[in-house]
T-cell receptor, first 110, second 115 residues
């Protein structure tokens, strides 16, 4: 069964540093998403991406965040100048008719 | 805007007992509904989904869910729980199946299974 692949599985970064989280969506899917789950809380929508542009973003997705599809397979989330409260599990998903989630990247900001 | 309510934060059941996890949604039209399961430190695994048609949907691991339009509910059930079912369960809703339409998740129900 096709999978969404996320790397790295864990990342520890110092406050103020930039991080890039990577995702390889399912190859024939056209819609891509990033979600965030702070420990013990619900999964929150960050951004959706279609046809090389953002189609919707939440209020969480401020100027600190950006997304990119640098080539035909990768989909990245960049967080500039990380803050302690950015510590969370970040999930990538892709969809065609149904949503498939990756296994997540656990980001810890220290 | 759509919203999802999972009224039970924690549920404890004995192994072999039946299970029902509640989910209520708020949306103007018939939404697309999903149940996901998450084991500790793991990703989200799709249990089942409802798009249209038969309101009783079967999923993986012996789970089923019933869509009741009149109650705006999509409750998850399992007739006999196994210890390996202990996890967190999330109900989610989307306006339709893709096209940049985001999933909105409930706050989750943590299931504990007593042996």
């Amino acid at each position: 069964e096709p999978e969404v692949t996320q790397t790295p599985s864990h990342q520890v970064t110092q406050m103020g540093q930039e991080v890039i989280l990577r995702c390889v969506p399912i190859s024939n899917h056209l819609y891509f998403y990033w979600y965030r789950q702070i420990l013990g809380q619900k999964v929150e929508f960050l951004v959706s991406f279609y046809n090389n542009e953002i189609s919707e973003k939440s209020e969480i997705f401020d100027d600190q965040f950006s997304v990119e599809r640098p080539d035909g397979s990768n989909f990245t989330l960049k967080i500039r100048s990380t803050k302690l409260e950015d510590s969370a599990m970040y999930f990538c998903a892709s969809s065609e008719y149904g949503y498939t989630f990756g296994s997540g990247t656990r980001l810890t900001v220290v | 805007a759509q919203s999802v309510t999972q009224p039970d934060i924690h549920i404890t059941v004995s192994e072999g007992a039946s299970l029902e996890l509640r989910c209520n949604y708020s949306y103007g039209a018939t939404p697309y509904l999903f149940w996901y399961v998450q084991s500790p430190g793991q990703g989200l695994q799709l249990l089942l989904k409802y798009f249209s048609g038969d309101t009783l949907v079967q999923g993986i691991k012996g789970f089923e869910a019933e869509f009741k339009r009149s109650q705006s509910s999509f409750n998850l059930r399992k007739p006999s729980v196994h210890w390996s079912d202990a996890a967190e369960y999330f109900c989610a809703v989307a306006p339709f199946t893709g096209g940049g339409n985001k999933l909105t998740f409930g706050t989750g129900t943590q299931l504990k299974v007593e042996l």
